[in-house]
């Protein structure tokens, strides 16, 4: 694949000229930044120009990122559908996956094992991946594989694993990033729902499948939508998004997806430090609990920690048993599991609301 990249935000509007000095025909790089996350539909699509010429470049908006932070937005310019492709993450795998592209697929690392964590119409599909053990896609061996678009968190760019985006970028690989993969230890991005969308959109742009970015974006808006609608005559509690981190508590407080998902449904949701201890957690009471979880067994294990934590017997929490443990990838970086991750929030803050079915949490 070949493609030029202007990244934003700088006065010179240097461009870098990637795999020699060809360009790709005909394309002229965007000088302006691209549009803001925006509130609805109509403006994720505004913000990744469409090539309807299969023989044109195409503007993709993501993120320049290197030492796990994200320090803007960039635009790369690309032809043709990206077919050799490689990806880190499980939430990224399965969604790429949805987008039909498992037959270009040369290696993928996830977190977990996928024949547990995929969604059942995506299971059959693991066999045909070229799995990689976890921790084992290592710079050499992605310099190797010769990708031409590299899937990855904001986490793998760092000098242990993949370095940069300008790295790869410089060598003629796409990359695209998710935007809410940010350092749970930190609030250096405000995160949204919009951003998953953003995500979603851009990637099914990428893989020339706008159509059918669209319709999981309108799904994702749609549930919203309706269960905004139909919680509005109930009380809306106060809640708290959680993960242990060892002996510290990260909070994922309304400047996170986290949330914005439950600010979104009416619940209320306080901002915090990154890290909050125990003192802090008895101090806000939530009515509901949630607790970042990574499978079944772990998801006993958190919520066992805080029903047989002396220090946190005074929670209302533990006196009603509204604890809710969420896996990861409901919570950071959602991308296709962003519907059901609405419709679950929506279940535990408002467990009367009838009709409204929601998948489990972990």
Same mark, same amino acid.
């Given at each position: ?13 240097? *461009? ?13 790089? =965007? ?20 090539? =309807? +010429? ?15 932070? %994200? ?34 697929? &040369?290696?993928?690392?996830? @977190?977990?094992? *996928? ?23 290592? &710079?050499? /061996? ?25 790295? @790869? ?9 998710? @935007? ?6 930190? =609030? #250096?991005? !405000? ?12 990637? $099914? ?28 005559? /109930? !009380?809306?509690?106060? #809640? ?11 909070? /994922? +407080? ?22 909050? +201890? ?16 990574? $499978? ?43 519907? +059901? #991750?609405?419709?679950?929030?929506? !279940? ?9 079915? %929601?998948?489990?949490?972990?």
């Amino acid at each position: 694949m070949i493609f030029k990249r202007l990244f934003l935000g700088t006065l010179s509007g240097s *461009l870098f000229l990637l795999l020699g000095s060809v360009f790709c025909g005909g394309c002229t790089a =965007h000088e302006d930044s691209p549009a803001p996350a925006a509130e609805r539909l109509d403006a994720h699509r505004g913000a990744f120009p469409a090539a =309807h +010429d299969s023989e044109k470049c195409r503007a993709i908006v993501n993120l320049r990122v290197s030492n796990y932070f %994200a320090s803007g937005e960039s635009v790369q310019y690309a032809k043709g559908v990206p077919q050799r492709i490689v990806v880190v993450g499980s939430g990224e795998i399965e969604t790429l996956l949805a987008f039909g592209a498992a037959d270009r697929i &040369l290696a993928a690392e996830s @977190w977990y094992p *996928l024949e547990n964590f995929l969604r059942p119409e995506y299971r059959p599909l693991v066999k045909q991946l070229p799995l990689v053990p976890y921790g084992q896609i290592s &710079l050499e /061996y992605l310099m190797f594989l010769e990708p031409d678009l590299l899937v990855a968190q904001q986490c793998m760019f760092t000098d242990k694993r993949f370095i940069s985006t300008d790295f @790869w970028n410089r060598r003629g690989v796409l990359t695209f990033v998710p @935007w809410n993969t940010n350092d749970p230890g930190g =609030h #250096a991005h !405000h995160e949204t729902i919009e951003s998953e969308m953003k995500f979603l959109y851009g990637l $099914g742009q990428l893989l020339h499948e706008e159509e059918r970015a669209t319709r999981m974006i309108d799904g994702v808006y749609r549930t919203l939508a309706d269960i905004q609608e139909r919680c509005a005559p /109930y !009380h809306k509690p106060k #809640a708290l998004v959680i993960e242990f981190m060892g002996k510290e508590i990260a909070s /994922y +407080d309304v400047t996170k997806l986290a949330g914005d998902m439950v600010t979104r449904l009416g619940g209320e949701i306080p901002e915090t430090a990154p890290m909050i +201890d125990r003192e802090t957690l008895l101090a806000i009471n939530p009515e509901v609990l949630f607790i970042v979880c990574y $499978g079944e067994e772990d998801a006993r294990q958190v919520v066992a920690r805080v029903l047989n934590d002396r220090a946190l017997n005074s929670l209302e929490v533990v006196r009603t048993g509204r604890i809710c443990p969420l896996l990861l990838e409901y919570v950071y970086s959602s991308e296709v599991r962003t519907e +059901d #991750a609405l419709k679950i929030i929506g !279940h535990a803050l408002y467990p009367d609301l009838k009709g409204l079915s %929601a998948p489990r949490g972990f």
